[in-house]
T-cell receptor, first 114, second 114 residues
Framework: NAGVTQTPKFQVLKTGQSMTLQCAQD?????MYWYRQDPGMGLRLIYY???????DKGEVPNGYNVSRLNKREFSLRLESAAPSQTSVYFC?????????????FGDGTRLSIL | AQSVTQPDIHITVSEGASLELRCNYS??????LFWYVQSPGQGLQLLLK??????LVQGIKGFEAEFKRSQSSFNLRKPSVHWSDAAEYFC????????????FGSGTRLLVRP
């Protein structure tokens, strides 16, 4: 009964390094999301995948890329990390896209860029 | 503009006291509203949701929320707070803006005095 699993839980990078954050869900959900959480700003959507094979930009996509590898997995890649990308990253999933769809969240990846 | 406002950054209550967390939303269409709770180091857990019908909705852990369209509010309440309720609480509205997403408020951190 894992729900949404994110790896790693913590990571420290140097400026300019690259990294991929992994996310997998076992609820057979169609839609998946990546958010970042910064103090005093709530969560902001980075990218969204309505279904396998599709991805769309969210509110703050610059500096990130995503891959919807299959129905279960949705990864987030930082090609050249910058200090402004220090944040807590959350992956979420919902049964389908829609304004009335509750999203289920992973425990987050805490990322520091030095 | 689509937005969610949680006017209280921090709230402190004594264990056993009642609680009300405020949430105001701005959204042009029918609002789909959610409350999530985030314990330290954890992801977000859905407490309750409102789509339509009865304006008083019940959630998990003894929480309830009341939707008031005239005030654009969706306040969260609990009659008697337990020490384990100490966490950060986020109000969100389901939105469409080139992708489906949740628009989050900035959160209210609840501290519980013994």
């Amino acid at each position: 009964n894992a729900g949404v699993t994110q790896t790693p839980k913590f990571q420290v990078l140097k400026t300019g390094q690259s990294m991929t954050l992994q996310c997998a869900q076992d609820m057979n959900h169609n839609s998946m999301y990546w958010y970042r959480q910064d103090p005093g700003m709530g969560l902001r959507l980075i990218y969204y995948s309505a279904s396998e094979g599709t991805t769309d930009k969210g509110e703050v996509p610059n500096g990130y890329n995503v891959s919807r590898l299959n129905k279960r997995e949705f990864s987030l890649r930082l090609e050249s990390a910058a200090p402004s990308q220090t944040s807590v990253y959350f992956c979420a999933s919902s049964e389908k896209g829609g304004r009335n769809q509750p999203q289920h969240f992973g425990d987050g990846t805490r990322l520091s860029i030095l | 503009a689509q937005s969610v406002t949680q006017p209280d950054i921090h709230i402190t209550v004594s264990e056993g006291a009642s609680l009300e967390l405020r949430c105001n939303y701005s959204y042009g269409a029918t609002p789909y509203l959610f409350w999530y709770v985030q314990s330290p180091g954890q992801g977000l857990q859905l407490l309750l949701k409102y789509f339509s019908g009865d304006t008083l909705v019940q959630g998990i852990k003894g929480f309830e929320a009341e939707f008031k369209r005239s005030q654009s509010s969706f306040n969260l309440r609990k009659p008697s707070v337990h020490w384990s309720d100490a966490a950060e609480y986020f109000c969100a509205v389901g939105a469409w803006d080139s992708s489906y997403k949740l628009i989050f408020g900035s959160g209210t951190r609840l501290l519980v005095r013994p």
